[in-house]
């Protein structure tokens, strides 16, 4: 996963699909996101629980524990790795959702610049990616040490000819039972490595290259170019 999505519905359109009866704590505000460039190191909205609280916050994307400081923060997880590892052990029971509309992978064709593609679910749901994180405190607010990373997982079977890493994917049943804190840790590392959403789920599509530069953020970033370059 290289490192690149959109958010551009409301935070209660990802909650409603996410059907969790909970009470929402919303940091994010109610108006749509309308981000469709949204690069590393950037604040992403993130859904995580608090108790039977549930929180929309805006979240730094990319986290590293404290004593790590000798290398920049990671923004992904690899699924074999972050349930035992030494890095993540910190923030591996801190679970989160990313809730997004899509995310951008980029392929070398040939070109003088490797190719964006989009890739989101065929039915156009939105796409629940399994994060884990450090988690804004709700009595004090955001610190400056929080942050989170997106749970990938290898895309052998019908994804490897964009990439060879996707996000681990949730349905709103399983997204709704990473959260719940009383969702054994061997549990969720049995989600996270076992149930993803498979490949045959998502489509995917060449877009413009200006989603390569964060300074776009415009509608058309997440257009085809079969449908931008059509003859009108």
Known sequence: ?????????GIHDFVAALSM????????????????NVAPTTAVALLHLQGDLLHADPVRWGWRPHWAKDRASPINARVEKVA????????????????????FEWVDEGGPKKQPYL???RDGAPIFCASIGQMPDPDEGPGEHDGFVIITADSA????DIHDRRPVVL????AREWLDPATP???????VILQGEPSE????????????????????????????????
Request: glycine share 6%; with cysteine; aromatic share 10%.
């Open 1 to 9: 996963m290289c490192g690149r999505l959109s958010q551009y519905r």
């Open 21 to 36: 009866p909970n009470a929402l704590a919303n940091s994010v505000g109610d108006q749509p996101i309308e981000r469709y």
């Open 84 to 103: 035992h590892g030494p890095f993540f052990r910190a923030i591996w029971p801190h679970r989160a959702i990313t809730p997004i509309d899509n995310w």
């Open 119 to 121: 890739i989101r679910r």
């Open 157 to 160: 079977g019908g994804m490897v």
């Open 171 to 174: 349905t709103p049943e399983l």
């Open 185 to 191: 840790k061997e549990r969720a590392e049995q989600i």
């Open 201 to 232: 789920v998502f489509e995917w599509f060449k877009v413009d290259k200006a989603v390569g530069n964060s300074k776009h953020q415009t509608k058309n970033l997440i257009e085809s170019l079969s449908k931008t370059n059509a003859p009108k």
